[in-house]
């Protein structure tokens, strides 16, 4: 198992004379610190709300997205802007108070704000930022706040979502504590509470498995995509230009393997888009002029669209050119995967 170089960074530097939370330490306070101070200890460890990604199972941020930010690569990345009041961040960080005033209404609890970055003491990569602390209860110790909008809720359906549940369970591991409480939010008008216990079992694979990245983000060596929308925007940000070379990978088994694999896949989403198009039509055929038909397991739906108005910016150009060219602005160009096989 890899082990995180005690030097690399000022997250290794030596904080055991400061303050505790739990077994933590307090490596830093934050209630006076810079939001840009507060990004650079971020950068230095892996927190809890990194946690989930930092081992794959994030499903709105991946490893190789992670890892740019960590290594400060993440420039041209969107970010969610936190005044945005359409953005989840905006109302996650405007409601918390609120969520946790609930939670100690309901449950009884007394918590209090924790204004600190904490860190593992054996593992220094290992960062928590704690909503709440829970005091005067042996059963919970952590109080985790989060809000759910319309589309969020889903991921609540069957409980506290995987990548939460690994969130949590890093602070358990950061603190030493024993529970935490989730308070959710849904959809702004039902609170509900979850309880998650400290799992030995589980903290011991999460912190091999954050090993694995933070080895990664140690050597500066980039982790392999893994399929997601986020992967692919963090390879366009990480390569954005191409330099007009060949590489030659015809000696390369391994790769000739996965283009070979990726011509497979190709041909066989194009029979499927084709399978799906005829039965689809299919259907289409039998509906005629109908809006809806109802199956034994289901409905589909064909009604039209509500006519729309849109610019015909061919007729604009052709009769006012000056204004159209003095309202033109440019679109950076990005790079296309095109396929060629021989095969």
């Known amino acids: 198992m890899f082990t995180a170089n005690p030097q690399a960074g000022p997250a290794a530097k030596s904080t055991r004379s400061v303050h505790r939370s739990g ?9 006076t610190l810079p939001q840009q101070d507060w990004l650079a200890i ?3 460890g892996i927190g809890s709300s990194d946690a989930a990604a930092a081992i794959g199972l994030n499903p709105y941020q991946s490893a190789l997205a992670l890892w740019l930010e960590k290594t400060g690569r993440d420039a041209m990345l969107a970010k969610p802007d936190a005044d945005d009041d359409s953005q989840p961040i905006y109302w996650g960080s405007l409601l918390e108070p609120l969520v946790a005033a609930q939670y100690a209404k ?20 290992m960062l928590a930022n704690i909503d709440r602390e829970v005091i005067g ?18 991921l609540w359906q069957h409980g506290v979502p ?14 030493g504590h024993q529970a935490a409480d989730v308070a959710v939010l849904m959809g702004g008008q039902t609170l509900q509470l979850h309880r998650i216990h400290r799992d030995e079992a589980l903290i011991a694979q999460l912190i091999e498995l954050e090993q694995q990245f933070w080895h990664y983000v140690s050597t500066d060596t980039a982790p392999p995509a893994d399929g997601s929308t986020s992967a692919e925007q963090a390879l366009r940000c990480l390569f954005p230009q191409d330099s007009g070379e060949d590489v030659d990978l015809t000696l390369d088994a391994d790769l000739n393997h996965v283009f070979e694999q990726l011509v497979h896949v190709r041909q066989a989403i194009k029979q499927h888009e084709t399978e799906e198009s005829r039965l689809r039509q299919r259907i289409e055929q039998t509906m005629g002029s109908a809006s809806q038909a109802i199956f034994r397991n289901g409905s589909v739906s064909w009604k039209r669209s509500k006519d729309s108005m849109v610019l015909d910016t061919e007729r604009l150009r052709a009769q006012y050119p000056e204004l159209m060219a003095a309202h033109q602005t440019r679109k950076p160009g990005s790079r296309r995967f095109l396929l060629h096989a021989d095969m």
Not at 112 to 117: E, I
Not at 137 to 151: D, F, P, R, S, Y
Not at 166 to 175: E, K
């Open 106 to 125: 309901r449950s009884g609890n007394r918590v209090r704000k924790v204004n600190a970055v904490l860190q593992h003491p054996d593992y220094p990569w």
């Open 137 to 154: 209860n042996a059963e919970v110790q952590i109080l985790e706040c989060k809000t759910a909008g319309i589309h969020g809720s889903r």
């Open 162 to 175: 995987e990548y939460v549940q690994i969130q949590v369970m890093h602070q358990l591991a950061v603190t």
């Open 42 to 44: 971020r950068k230095q």
């Open 23 to 31: 077994h933590a330490l307090r490596l830093i306070n934050t209630k």
